[in-house]
């Protein structure tokens, strides 16, 4: 028989490198499909609507959660986030695999709705190099980072509940385990 394509969801405390990794993977795997998140943040500067998040007011997040329209949401470091559920059920209706890069709490709603979802989470080499990357991002204000490594602490400390952790050591080495994981034919 041959294996449905799974949904993957990638967690791991703010500033570990998930979006680095998963951008290293998609520049190699342009056909590895990432599902993009609705947030109330503000953009970053260089961050595209549409391509690393669609960016929302208050309301509109509210009428996406209230229609039904997001398969899992959360709150994190003061902003709403949530994955639009249609998008990814259509991939996964389509046969292809699909990438989640969440939360903590929405990666267990993810594991509440959809038992054969693979659980991975990124680890940071040790707490100072999570600091020292976060911090040297440099896209944070000291009061958002303080709140960032609050959530970390917790994030941390949740990783025996995911189906296995990669340590983002190298990025390259991450991203390569990580397309394998993610079983893009
Ligand atoms: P996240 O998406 O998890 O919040 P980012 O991808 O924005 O994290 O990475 C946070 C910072 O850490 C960035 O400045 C990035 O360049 C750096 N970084 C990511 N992976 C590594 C790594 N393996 N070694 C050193 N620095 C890294
Ligand atoms: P950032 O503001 O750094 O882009 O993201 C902050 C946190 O929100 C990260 O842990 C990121 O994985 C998470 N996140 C991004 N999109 C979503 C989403 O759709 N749902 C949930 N639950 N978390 C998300």
């Not at 994190?76 to 903590?104: H, W």
């Not at 509440?112 to 940071?124: I, N, R, T, W």
């Amino acid at each position: 028989m041959s294996e449905r394509p799974r949904l993957t969801v990638l967690s791991g405390p703010s500033g570990v490198g998930k979006s680095t990794v998963v951008a290293h993977m998609r520049k190699e795997h342009p056909e590895v499909w990432l599902s993009v998140s609705a947030t109330t943040r503000r953009p970053r500067p260089g961050e595209k609507h549409g391509v690393h998040y669609f960016f929302v007011t208050d309301e509109e997040m509210d009428k996406l959660i209230a229609n039904g329209e997001l398969l899992e949401w959360a709150e994190f470091a003061g902003n709403r986030y949530g994955t639009p559920r249609a998008a990814v059920l259509e991939r996964l209706e389509a046969g292809e695999p699909v990438l989640l890069e969440i939360d903590l709490q929405g990666a267990r709603q993810v594991r509440e709705s959809m038992a054969d979802a693979q659980l991975v989470f990124l680890a940071p080499p040790s707490w100072e190099e999570l600091v020292r990357r976060l911090t040297g991002r440099g896209t944070e204000a000291p009061e958002v980072i303080e709140r960032r490594l609050d959530a970390a602490k917790v994030e941390l400390a949740a990783e025996p509940e995911f189906d296995l952790t990669l340590v983002n050591t190298s990025v390259e080495d991450v991203a390569r385990e990580l397309l394998a994981l993610v079983d893009v034919v």
